[in-house]
């Protein structure tokens, strides 16, 4: 596919207030983390996971090949973050299932990413020391899917959203379930500290099961909607941006440089170098950034021939509450 034009997109912050419930009985392990004194040196973290499967059975009669492009999803979000978020090298980590593994790489396994009190396992260690004033990153490329759930009141659609690991005998693979990053990522997130989540993956719109959801109007202002049940209240600040709707599948774009990508990918990335400054910090307008993804994603299924649609989904721990010209999706970059 050729270039794509997108317009410019906003990149600024947005007000926001938490959104408080009911509070609840919280362990002494989640009150210590919530407890933490802040940073007195803000501290980055990220972690990368991308997998291409290679053939690897998910299920009695599929298997999985999804080429390079989780691999070159991972080097451009290495890139866009060291380049434009004022992360180092030594703050990113990351998992990818590659033969020639590269030094620090770690293999995307069931266990290496989420079994919790196992020393490899990543979801745990990005979050574990997080206080008040750091930031954490998550971006995922895999294989996603649905399966019915029997007890998760919370699931609007009755269904668990999952995503397909790789395991270490490279042909076998396990599922991690919404549930399972919710309690890892979000029940204990302390407040003051900030988590951005990016999902490459098909049927991931509620993968992190936050309870809102922004939309937006005809008029490209924002509008706040309830993507979950609300179980609890919890205090970090917490944003995840997923390619598609929970019953979508995910594309994957034409590129010769760096290489084919998923919308989300290719419209950060597009856009800071089309208008960002290098060694610069920046953040983005979450609802332009949504506004971008949406008219990209149309555009580009459109010109690939594409019946079925992919809608983007920006969704929130907290409602954003500002006036209604802060959600407008043009405004200058800054």
């Given at each position: 596919m050729g270039l794509i034009l997108f317009s410019v997109l906003a990149l600024a912050g947005v007000a926001i207030v938490f959104w408080s419930a009911t509070s609840f009985l919280k362990t002494n392990a989640q009150d210590k983390r919530r407890r933490r004194e802040p940073s007195e040196i803000?501290?980055?973290?990220?972690l990368l996971i991308g997998i291409h499967y290679k053939g690897v059975r998910v299920s009695s009669d599929t298997t999985i090949d999804l080429n390079e492009v989780p691999h070159n999803e991972v080097k451009t979000w290495h890139r866009i973050l060291t380049n434009y978020f004022a992360y180092k090298d030594s703050d990113i980590t990351h998992m990818l299932d590659q033969d020639n593994e590269e030094e620090g790489n770690i293999w995307p396994s069931y266990e290496n990413i989420c079994i919790w009190h196992v020393k490899m396992a990543q979801l745990e260690a990005l979050v574990a020391d997080v206080r008040p004033r750091d930031k954490r990153f998550l971006f995922v490329?895999?294989?996603?899917?649905?399966?019915?759930?029997?007890?998760?009141?919370?699931?609007?659609d009755g269904k668990d959203e999952v995503f397909y690991t790789r395991e270490s005998d490279g042909r076998t693979s396990k599922i991690i379930k919404d549930n399972d990053l919710h309690r890892i990522l979000v029940c204990d997130f302390p407040e003051g500290a900030s988590l951005t989540v990016v999902f490459e993956i098909c049927h991931s719109g509620t993968l992190l099961d936050l309870p809102f959801r922004i939309d937006q109007n005809a008029?490209?202002?924002?509008?706040?909607?309830?993507?979950?049940?609300?179980?609890?209240?919890?205090?970090?600040?917490?944003l995840c941006i997923a390619a598609c709707e929970d019953g979508q599948k995910a594309h994957d774009f034409k590129s010769d440089t760096p290489g084919d990508q998923g919308i989300i990918t290719k419209v950060v990335d597009y856009t800071l170098e089309t208008n960002g400054q290098v060694g610069e910090k920046h953040s983005l307008n979450l609802v332009a950034l949504h506004h971008e993804l949406l008219t990209s994603s149309e555009w580009a299924r459109q010109e690939a021939g594409l019946e079925a649609a992919q809608t983007p989904v920006v969704s929130t721990l907290y409602a954003p509450f500002a006036p209604a010209q802060q959600f407008q999706t043009e405004s200058p970059l800054r």
């Open positions: 803000p501290t980055n973290k990220a490329a895999a294989h996603g899917g649905q399966l019915q759930c029997t007890s998760d009141s919370t699931e609007l008029e490209g202002i924002g509008e706040i909607s309830d993507a979950k049940h609300r179980a609890e209240d919890v205090d970090g600040e917490i």
